[in-house]
T-cell receptor
Framework: NAGVTQTPKFQVLKTGQSMTLQCAQDMNHEYMSWYRQDPGMGLRLIHYSVGAGITDQGEVPNGYNVSRSTTEDFPLRLLSAAPSQTSVYFC?????????????FGQGTRLTVV | KQEVTQIPAALSVPEGENLVLNCSFTDSAIYNLQWFRQDPGKGLTSLLLIQSSQREQTSGRLNASLDKSSGRSTLYIAASQPGDSATYLCAGAAQGGSEKLVFGKGTKLTVNP
């Protein structure tokens, strides 16, 4: 029972490098989201998707891109990494709003940009 | 804009004590509210979801309540144990969807043996 799987678990990037954080869910959830967690700031929404081919911005979208080509996958791309993007990133998924159900989270990716 | 506040930021109690964690929100249009547990260096584990039509939910020693009119939710933990030590987060969802949760900053709970 995999749930929400994030890879990698840890990553160190140099400033200016790009990378993709992977997120996959096997629960056939329509909704998927990306959050970042910073000390003293709590979790903040970066981007979200309500279905394949549909994405939208959250509270802190700058510097990140997303796409949703399949129901299962929702990768987060850092275009040109900056030290301010050092954070722990969490992916979440849930059924659609008609079902009014809970969100499930992955184990997180700890990213350090030097 | 919805804002979620959790008080206290940290709490230390002796084993066996009953305790209450508080969560307040600014927009009463909140649709559902979810409580999570986070252990150090780990992801979020869902504890309880209070749906829009509900006022409380129970799971084992945990009971969560939601009062939209006062903008408050509480998480009650009965007979606390050292294994309950973790950070507890509450998150609100608007319009019924859990794709855009607004989180509080959490309460770090320590239960001392």
């Amino acid at each position: 029972n995999a749930g929400v799987t994030q890879t990698p678990k840890f990553q160190v990037l140099k400033t200016g490098q790009s990378m993709t954080l992977q997120c996959a869910q096997d629960m056939n959830h329509e909704y998927m989201s990306w959050y970042r967690q910073d000390p003293g700031m709590g979790l903040r929404l970066i981007h979200y998707s309500v279905g394949a081919g549909i994405t939208d911005q959250g509270e802190v979208p700058n510097g990140y891109n997303v796409s949703r080509s399949t129901t299962e996958d929702f990768p987060l791309r850092l275009l040109s990494a900056a030290p301010s993007q050092t954070s722990v990133y969490f992916c979440a998924s849930s059924y659609n709003r008609m079902s009014n159900t809970e969100a499930f989270f992955g184990q997180g990716t700890r990213l350090t940009v030097v | 804009k919805q804002e979620v506040t959790q008080i206290p930021a940290a709490l230390s109690v002796p084993e066996g004590e009953n305790l209450v964690l508080n969560c307040s929100f600014t927009d009463s249009a909140i649709y559902n509210l979810q409580w999570f547990r986070q252990d150090p260096g780990k992801g979020l584990t869902s504890l309880l979801l209070i749906q829009s039509s509900q006022r409380e939910q129970t799971s084992g020693r945990l009971n969560a309540s939601l009062d939209k009119s006062s903008g408050r939710s509480t998480l009650y933990i009965a007979a606390s144990q050292p294994g309950d030590s973790a950070t507890y987060l509450c998150a609100g969802a608007a319009q019924g969807g859990s794709e855009k949760l607004v989180f509080g900053k959490g309460t770090k709970l320590t239960v001392n043996p």
